[in-house]
């Protein structure tokens, strides 16, 4: 689950100021935490960016482990070369 914030900065003048954009914090399909600006200082439009993008995630994480159970099979492999050293040809 992901989140909102906005990140602080030190003004000019050296006083702590918060940002008035919205920020984003989530993981995504591969479990990277990721920080994203949603470019808006409205808290509803930033909650439906974080959405999709937790959306997204969901999707990509699915589709990838799909895709990962259909690289290897699930049964073991019964015919294995043969590590024996060969006779050499005369």
């Known amino acids: 689950m992901g989140s ?3 990140p602080t900065y ?7 100021k918060e940002s008035a954009i919205i920020w984003l914090k989530y993981r995504d399909a591969l479990g990277v935490l990721r920080r994203e600006s949603s470019e808006t200082t409205k808290e509803q439009e930033a909650k439906r960016l974080l959405k999709q993008r937790e959306g997204a995630a969901v ?3 699915s589709s990838r482990q799909a895709w990962l159970r259909s690289q290897w099979p699930s049964s073991p492999r019964t015919s294995r ?5 060969t006779a050499a040809s005369p």
């Open 4 to 6: 909102l914030y906005r």
């Open 10 to 16: 030190r003004a000019a003048d050296g006083s702590q």
């Open 59 to 61: 999707e990509g994480a």
């Open 81 to 85: 070369p043969s590590t024996a050293p």
